[in-house]
């Protein structure tokens, strides 16, 4: 990417007696993106997402946040990061209003036009002067991300921000997220046990595995389409069938796999237009012809080795 970064880590480091935690973390975040942070049980995910919002000490390396280290500067660094670690913290009995007035008290420069503001990011306005004990969890959780945003960050660090929403819950939150990206120039940094959410929602992925980052990599190179230099299996829908499947394993050699999507077949990616040829020839309707892809459920189990995520 061509734009500074606005988080850096370099060699990020974490030990506890002997057993270190987070092993060389190095990873840089960029404005507008949203990045998805994955890792099996145990692999020093949150211990990762502790330190860069200031509530574990590093052992080894280096953070910057726009510029700022946050082991030489922590409050230069730190006043660039709005972050939510597993749920916000909210007062009840109060109005999502008055939270938001009690928690700008302690930033410099916070008045109620800003608070107007991320009110208005975070579509609570409707709901704004209700009490928070009427409001769902949903509701909850954009209070929390106003809350973050009140002093303008450069980044929001999310951990598990989505945790024990319904689905409409946790597309609001998705779409509130890649809103305030976009529009807002944001960097997010966001992780979650859902793979089909983090899919949707990120720019690029990043998975740990025993404290090492393994792989970082934009989402559309997780589960994009196969190498165009290797076997690709796609699903073809065709008619009549019986005579299809004839076709093809005479081409192939093999009988398809017939699934309730249509045939799944496995070819060289040069064949393609091949064996298409000879089905037309053939009299048979080729109505869709759809590659497959690895999700990104598929290609975390690949490349952690079926670890379970959490």
């Not at 993106?33 to 890792?39: A, N, T």
């Not at 829908?237 to 394993?249: G, Y």
């Not at 975390?300 to 670890?307: D, N, R, Y």
Request: charged content about 25%; glycine content about 10%.
């Amino acid at each position: 990417m061509s734009q500074e970064p606005v988080l850096s880590m370099r060699n990020l480091t974490k030990r506890i007696g002997k057993k270190t935690i987070v092993d060389g973390v190095s990873l840089d975040l960029y404005p507008g993106e949203v990045f998805g942070f994955l890792g099996p049980n145990g692999a020093g995910k949150t211990t990762t997402i502790r330190m860069l919002v200031g509530l574990m000490s590093i052992s080894e390396g280096e953070v910057t946040i726009m510029g700022s280290s946050l082991k030489r500067d922590f409050e230069g660094a730190i006043r660039q990061v709005g972050g939510i670690v597993e749920n916000p913290e909210l007062y009840k009995f109060l109005s999502g209003y008055r939270n938001l007035l009690h928690y700008a008290r302690m930033c410099d420069g916070v008045g109620r036009k800003r608070i107007d503001e991320v009110v208005r990011l975070v579509g609570l306005e409707h709901r704004i002067h209700d009490k928070v004990k009427t409001y769902s969890l949903g509701m909850r959780q954009r209070l929390g991300l106003a809350q973050a945003l009140l002093h303008s960050p450069r980044i929001l660090i999310l951990d598990e921000p989505t945790n024990g929403l319904d689905p409409s819950g946790i597309r609001e939150i998705r779409d509130h997220l890649r809103r305030l990206a976009r529009e807002e120039g944001l960097s997010v940094m966001v992780s979650s046990h859902l793979l089909s959410e983090m899919e949707l929602m990120c720019d690029r992925i990043g998975i740990i595995q025993n404290g090492r980052l393994i792989d970082v990599k934009p989402v559309e190179e997780f589960v994009g389409a196969q190498d165009e230099d290797i076997r690709q299996t796609s699903i073809w829908t065709l008619d009549p069938v019986e005579r299809a499947v004839e076709v093809i394993q005479s081409f192939t050699g093999e009988e398809p796999v017939t699934t309730s999507r249509g045939m799944e077949i496995t070819l060289d990616r040069a064949q393609i237009p091949e064996l298409n040829i000879r089905l037309v020839e053939a009299g048979i309707l080729v109505y869709a012809i759809e590659p497959t892809s690895k999700s990104l459920e598929d290609k975390f189990l690949e490349v952690t080795g079926g670890s379970h995520i959490a």
